[in-house]
C-alpha cells in the first residue's frame, strides 16, 4: 500500500442532524418551504399576541405547520434527493394538514368522543395523526424515540398479557387510538409548551442570530479567555455556554461552535480527542445554562407548576459549578502538557467589542429583565426580546434589519423549530399511553421497592434510567420522558417535585455525552477528526461534575437556591472546594504540582465529603485533602520544583 487513504471532511450539516439529512432547497421549492416558515410564526405571534385563541386550535395549527415543514425540510431516506420535494411527501403534507383542520372543525364535538366513543373518521384522523408525527419524529431525531413510542402503543393494547405489576387491562385499538390524538396524550403539556414559549424563544434565538449576536459570543470568549493559559478550550467553554443556552440543542451547538473552536484548540496543542470532549461537554452545558436552558425549562415550570423565574433560580447555582469543573479541567490539562493561549495581538480587544457591539447583548438584557423585574410572561418575555433584537441594529445603520431579513429570521426560527415540535408530540403518545394504563406510577413504584426506601439507592437507579432513556434523544424529548418515568420515584420518596425534576433534566443533558450513544461527543468527534468512544469518555471525565451534583441538590437543596444567603453562600463555597479537590485527583496535578497515582486515589474519596453538604463531612475531607496536598507539595518541593 503505497498510498494512505484520503479521511473525508465531516459534513457539518450531516453532524447537527440527529435523524435524516435536511434537504438543500432552492428555487420555487426554498421559497415554499421559506413562506411556510414566515407564515408559521406569524400565526403564532397572532395567536399568543394579538388574538389570543383556544390551546386546542393554536395546537393543530402548531403541528399541522409542523408536518409541512419537516416533510418538506428533511429527507424520507439517505438516499433521497435533495433539490427537490418528492411527491410522497406532498401527499404526506396534504394529508397533515387536513388531518389538523378536521380537528379544528370537529373541535366541540371531539370533546366528547375522543378516548370514548371515536367515529370512523375520528380513527382514521388518528392514525393519520399518529403515523405522520413518528414519520417526523424519525427524520428530525433518528430511530429511537418513534421506536419508544411504538412499544408504549403497543403496551397499552396488550398490557392484558404482561404479569405482575406492569400488566394492566389492555384498551381496545379504538379507544386507545383515539386517545392519543387528545389533551391528555399528543396534546398534554408537552406540546403545549412548544406551541406556546418554546416556539417564541426559539424564534428569538434567530433573531438574535440574525443581530450578529453569534459573532459577538465568540468575540468576547476570546477577548476574555484567548490569551490565557489554554485560552483556545476557554474561548470554547464561554461561546458554548452563550449560544448553548438559545439553541437548545447539543449536538447543533457542537457543530455551531466546534466548527471554529475545535480546530482552534488543536492548533494550540490540545489533543483531537480533548478538544472535541471539551466542545461537546461545553456545549451540552449549555442547555443547563439560564436563562433559557435550551427550551426544557419552559416545560418543567409547566410540569412542576412552578412560576418560570423559580426554574431560573434553581439553575444558576448548579450551571456555575458545571462548568467551574469544566473550566478548571481545562486549565489543569494546559498545565499538564505545558500549552499557552494565542497571540494576544491577534485577539480582538474586550473594551473595543464591549463598546462597538456590546448593546447586542440588550435583548438578552431584556428578556431577563421583563421575566424578572416586571414579573411578565415567557411569551411576553420573548416578544419583547424579538422586538429589541430588532431595534439594536439600528445603533449601526449598516447593520440594520431589513425588511428581508426580518422575514428570513420568522423563516429560520420557524425551521428551527421541527424537531421540537415532533419530540414533543411522539413524548405526548408517550405520556398518553403512561397516563391511560397508569404506568408512570407503577413505573415510579417499581424503582422505589428495588431501592427499599432508601433514598439515595433511589437516586442511582433514577440517575441510570434518566441516561438509558435518555441516550441518543434530543434533550427536550429526553427530559420529558424521564420526567414522566423517574421524576414520580423521587417524588414518591419525599424528594421536592422542582428537585426531583432537576435531577432527570441534568442525566437527561448528560446523556448526550454518555457512552455508548453520546450524540453530542460523536459530532464532536467527526469535527476533530478523532475517535467517538474515546471522546465520549473524555468528555464524561471532563464533565464530571454534572454526575454528582444533581445528588449534591438533593441533599442540600440551598444548591437550588433554597434557604437564607448565608446557608447557601457557605453550601456554595464548600461545592468549589469539594469539585476542585475531585478535578485535581482526575488530572492528576493541584495546578504546578504534579500528584502521584496513589494521592489521586486519595484525594477521589477525599473530595466526596466536601462536596456534599454538612459541616462535618466537610472538615473531614478538608483535613484529609489537605494532609495529601501538603505531603504531595512537600515532595514536590525536595525534587526542586521540577513539575513535569
Known amino acids: 500500500m503505497f498510498f494512505r487513504k484520503k479521511t473525508a471532511e465531516p459534513n457539518l450539516a450531516e453532524l447537527e442532524n440527529e435523524g435524516l439529512p435536511r434537504r438543500d432547497l432552492t428555487g420555487k421549492w426554498g421559497a415554499f418551504v421559506c413562506v411556510i416558515g414566515i407564515l408559521m410564526s406569524l400565526f403564532h405571534i397572532y395567536c399568543l399576541i394579538l388574538s389570543p385563541v383556544t390551546p386546542w386550535i393554536l395546537y393543530c395549527g402548531h403541528i399541522g405547520f409542523g408536518f409541512v415543514l419537516t416533510l418538506s425540510l428533511y429527507c424520507g431516506s439517505r438516499g433521497s434527493k435533495r433539490d427537490v420535494i418528492s411527491p410522497l411527501d406532498l401527499a404526506l403534507m396534504l394529508a397533515g394538514v387536513l388531518c389538523s383542520i378536521y380537528l379544528v372543525v370537529e373541535m366541540d364535538e371531539l370533546v366528547y368522543r375522543i378516548g370514548i366513543a371515536p367515529t370512523k373518521m375520528d380513527l382514521v384522523v388518528s ?48 379507544r386507545m387510538l383515539s386517545y392519543m390524538v387528545g389533551m391528555d396524550a399528543m396534546f398534554s403539556v408537552p406540546l403545549g409548551a412548544s406551541a406556546t414559549m418554546v416556539f417564541l424563544f426559539v424564534v428569538f434565538g434567530a433573531f438574535l442570530n440574525a443581530s450578529g449576536s453569534g459573532k459577538l459570543f465568540i468575540d468576547l470568549a476570546l477577548s476574555l479567555s484567548g490569551a490565557r493559559r489554554g485560552g483556545p478550550a476557554k474561548v470554547a467553554i464561554l461561546s458554548s455556554a452563550l449560544f448553548g443556552t438559545v439553541s437548545g440543542n447539543s ?31 461545553a456545549s451540552t452545558g449549555g442547555q443547563l445554562t439560564p436563562p433559557i436552558l435550551g427550551s426544557a425549562a419552559f416545560i418543567m415550570a409547566q410540569l412542576v407548576g412552578v412560576p418560570y423565574m423559580d426554574i431560573i433560580v434553581a439553575s444558576i447555582i448548579p450551571a456555575l459549578l458545571y462548568f467551574y469543573t469544566v473550566f478548571l479541567m481545562v486549565d489543569l490539562e494546559a498545565v499538564k502538557y505545558g500549552l499557552s493561549g494565542m497571540e494576544k495581538e491577534k485577539l480582538p480587544v474586550f473594551r473595543e467589542v464591549a463598546l462597538k457591539r456590546g448593546y447586542l447583548l440588550l435583548p438578552l438584557l431584556v428578556l431577563i429583565y421583563v421575566l424578572s423585574v416586571l414579573n411578565a410572561s415567557p411569551i411576553r418575555a420573548a416578544m419583547w426580546g424579538i422586538i429589541t433584537a430588532i431595534l439594536v441594529t439600528y445603533v449601526r445603520w449598516i447593520d440594520r434589519m431589513t425588511p428581508k431579513d426580518i422575514l428570513m429570521a420568522l423563516s429560520k426560527g420557524a425551521q428551527s423549530s421541527c424537531s421540537i415540535i415532533a419530540s414533543c408530540a411522539t413524548a405526548g403518545i408517550v405520556v398518553g399511553a403512561l397516563n391511560m394504563t397508569g404506568a408512570g406510577l407503577k413505573l415510579a413504584s417499581t424503582i422505589v421497592s428495588m431501592s427499599g426506601g432508601i433514598l439515595i439507592f433511589g437516586l442511582f437507579l433514577t440517575m441510570v434510567t434518566s441516561i438509558i432513556l435518555g441516550m441518543g434523544l434530543p ?74 451534583i444533581p445528588f449534591m441538590f438533593i441533599y442540600g437543596p440551598a444548591l437550588l437556591g433554597v434557604g437564607g444567603f448565608a446557608k447557601v453562600s457557605y453550601t456554595l463555597v464548600s461545592a468549589l472546594i469539594g469539585v476542585s479537590i475531585l478535578c485535581f485527583s482526575l488530572q492528576g496535578r493541584c495546578f504546578s504540582i504534579p500528584l502521584s497515582k496513589v494521592e489521586c486515589v486519595v484525594l477521589f474519596p477525599a473530595s466526596l465529603p466536601v462536596i456534599f453538604p454538612g459541616t462535618m463531612t466537610d472538615i473531614a475531607g478538608l483535613i484529609l485533602s489537605a494532609a495529601v496536598l501538603t505531603f504531595a507539595y512537600g515532595r514536590y518541593r525536595r525534587k526542586g520544583n521540577d513539575g513535569r
Request: net charge positive.
Open 251 to 281: 449536538v447543533a451547538n457542537v457543530v455551531s461552535t466546534g466548527a471554529f473552536t475545535i480546530p482552534m484548540m488543536k492548533s494550540t496543542g490540545y489533543r483531537p480527542v480533548f478538544a472535541a470532549a471539551v466542545e461537546a461537554t
Open 475 to 548: 434533550t427536550t424529548a429526553s427530559y420529558l420522558i424521564c420526567a414522566a418515568v423517574a421524576a414520580p420515584a423521587l417524588v414518591q420518596q419525599g424528594v421536592a417535585p422542582l428537585g426531583a425534576h432537576m435531577f432527570v433534566f441534568y442525566f437527561a443533558c448528560i446523556s448526550a455525552i454518555t457512552p455508548p450513544v453520546a450524540l453530542a461527543a460523536f459530532a464532536g468527534a467527526g469535527i476533530a477528526k478523532a475517535k467517538p468512544m474515546d471522546v465520549a469518555f473524555t468528555a464524561c471525565k471532563i464533565g464530571i461534575s454534572a454526575f454528582i
Open 127 to 174: 392514525v393519520v395523526m399518529i403515523g405522520l408525527v413518528l414519520e417526523i419524529t424519525r427524520r428530525t431525531c433518528g430511530n429511537i424515540l418513534p421506536c419508544i413510542a411504538i412499544v408504549f402503543i403497543l403496551y397499552t393494547h396488550y398490557g392484558s398479557y404482561i404479569p405482575g405489576l406492569l400488566g394492566h387491562r389492555g384498551y381496545s385499538w379504538s
